[in-house]
Structure formats: structure tokens, C-alpha cells
């Protein structure tokens, strides 16, 4: 069968479940990964065919596409702030959104001279994408990243050797560490933070597929990660040392007052690209 009859017929059956532009993109990502051909190359060569086999692995991918799976668990991938990052049903997808807060640390270092040697500490790192963005972009940055699921950190780990950075990550569980034991000059969370009154507002595709563990917590404790983590930053960040979270954009107003009561400096809000509350940044004097 031609490749182009096949890509008609495949963005035809995922149309009623996604648009047509979304359909059609997971067309060309699939097509660049599995067949190693681009959108070009189709264009310049109309008669391309699929064989049976082809035709085969593209059909199953079709069917998980249209029980919503998400793409990037199909291709065990996605990219984050210009890297490749291998992805699992054990690691949540890297959000556009946290690229933001990486840019954010990354504008903070900018004019520091001492910048090139600072000790990085990323809580709950799941793919590692927080962790390894920070690492490529920080020269010799020793970067840290703790998580509380072994299987996370495999994925992580896999993330740190195929983006050629060094990455120390540590299987830990934050709600019951005492003390980290090292200063830091950056600690960073993107903590789990959706209520589960927020559950309604959850995609399908999120809900059915990406780990809970990653994602949610208590309606009547959802700062929980966000009060144990600013304790041990206390202890553990430099005199220098810098704060930054991703949070629950409706929880913006209650996590400036939990940084400031908890006697955080400098407190500041950030919007992400679609006008919502989603990042802090404090420190400690
Ligand atoms: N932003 C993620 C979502 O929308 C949630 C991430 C998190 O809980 N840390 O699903």
C-alpha cells in the first residue's frame, strides 16, 4: 500500500478522537521513528510503500493511539528543552511547562561567575528531564536528583548516559528524609500537586495512562511535598541558595504565603505560557 493512501486512511480513524492536525502530526513523529523518513521525503517520493509488516506495526500503534495512549509512551520518547528523553509508564511525560522553570534556573545563573560550579539538587526527577536539562547547560554544575521510585530512576539514569551528562540520582522517599546532608546552591521540585478534586479536569490520556504517584495528592494536604521540601531546603541550600518549584496554578497565592511564612526571601510568582500560575522561586536570605 502507498504510504500516502495509508496516512489518509490512518488520520481519517483518529479524527473523531483528535483533530485533524494532531492526528496528522502523530502521523509524521511515527513516521520519522519508525520509518526513518521525514514529511519531505514523502513529498518527494509519492509512491513510497508500506509493506505487510509495516503495515502491521503501524495498525497496533493506530489502535493504542485511539485508546488514547499517549504518544510518547508509543515511541518510548519525547524531547525536553532540545533533548531526547526515553519515557515509560513509570515516568510522567515532560510538560512544556517545566521547560519554563528550567529556563527560569538557568536565567538565575546567568550572571553569576561562580555559576560553573554549583551544586544542583532536583527533587522527585522522575525521566530526570528537571535534572539532565540543568546538567547540559550548566558546565560543570554537579547536579543531584532524588526519587522514590527505582523505576523512575532507571528511565532517569538511561536519560543521563544517552545526553552524555553526569547526574548523581538517589532513591529516596522526600516525606521521610530527615536532612539531606549537603548544602546546596539550587534545590528544584516538580513535586506531585493535583488534587483530586482537580481529577474531573484531568485528560483522559492522563489519568488512564501517566503514574498517580507523579501526580497527585490529598485535597486536604496537596502542599505536603512542597512544606518538606522548603524545611530541608532551610537546612540544606547555601547562603545564596535558590528555591524553585512547579505548582499548582491554584495554588500560587497559598504557596507565596507557605514561603514567606516558612521565612523564604525574594518570593516570586510566574505565570507559564498559557497565563497560568506555575512556578515560585525563593531564597534563603
Ligand atoms: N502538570 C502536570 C499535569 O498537568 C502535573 C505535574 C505534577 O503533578 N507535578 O498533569
Redesign the pocket.
Known amino acids: 500500500m502507498k504510504i500516502k493512501e495509508y496516512r489518509n486512511q490512518f488520520i481519517q480513524e483518529l479524527t473523531p478522537i483528535y483533530d485533524a492536525g494532531e492526528s496528522e502530526s502523530f502521523f509524521y513523529l511515527i513516521l520519522e521513528e519508525k520509518q526513518k523518513l521525514k514529511r519531505i521525503d514523502l513529498a518527494l517520493q509519492p509512491d513510497l510503500l508500506f509493506s505487510e509488516e509495516e503495515i502491521v506495526v503501524w495498525n497496533s500503534i493506530l489502535e493504542e493511539l485511539k485508546k488514547e495512549i499517549p504518544i510518547q509512551y508509543l515511541l518510548g520518547k519525547t524531547s525536553f528543552y532540545g533533548l531526547d528523553f526515553e519515557v515509560n509508564e513509570n515516568v510522567?511525560i515532560p510538560?512544556p511547562?517545566t521547560q519554563e522553570l528550567v529556563e527560569w534556573i538557568l536565567e538565575s545563573q546567568k550572571s553569576k561567575v561562580e555559576s560553573q560550579n554549583i551544586r544542583i539538587l532536583d527533587i522527585?526527577t522522575g525521566s530526570g528531564c528537571i535534572a539532565i536539562a540543568l546538567a547540559k547547560n550548566i558546565p560543570n554544575a554537579q547536579v543531584f536528583a532524588i526519587d522514590v521510585s527505582e523505576k523512575a530512576l532507571a528511565i532517569a539514569q538511561k536519560n543521563a548516559v544517552s545526553n552524555k551528562v553526569s547526574v548523581t540520582f538517589i532513591c529516596q522517599n522526600i516525606l521521610e528524609t530527615e536532612d539531606l546532608l549537603q548544602q546546596f546552591d539550587i534545590i528544584v521540585s516538580?513535586?506531585?500537586?493535583?488534587r483530586n478534586l482537580e481529577k474531573e479536569e484531568?485528560k483522559k490520556n492522563?489519568l488512564d495512562n501517566?503514574p498517580h504517584l507523579?501526580?497527585?495528592v490529598a485535597d486536604n494536604d496537596a502542599l505536603i511535598f512542597y512544606k518538606k521540601i522548603a524545611e530541608l531546603a532551610q537546612k540544606n541550600l547555601t547562603a545564596n541558595g535558590l528555591l524553585f518549584f512547579?505548582i499548582?496554578q491554584y495554588l500560587g497565592s497559598e504557596m507565596v504565603d507557605l514561603l514567606e511564612k516558612m521565612n523564604f526571601k525574594n518570593v516570586e510568582l510566574r505565570k507559564d505560557i498559557y497565563g497560568n500560575d506555575r512556578m515560585t522561586k525563593g531564597s534563603v536570605q
Do not use: D, H
Request: glycine content about 6%.
Open positions: 510522567l510538560r511547562e522527585g516538580n513535586p506531585p500537586y493535583v484531568i492522563v501517566e507523579a501526580l497527585f512547579e499548582n
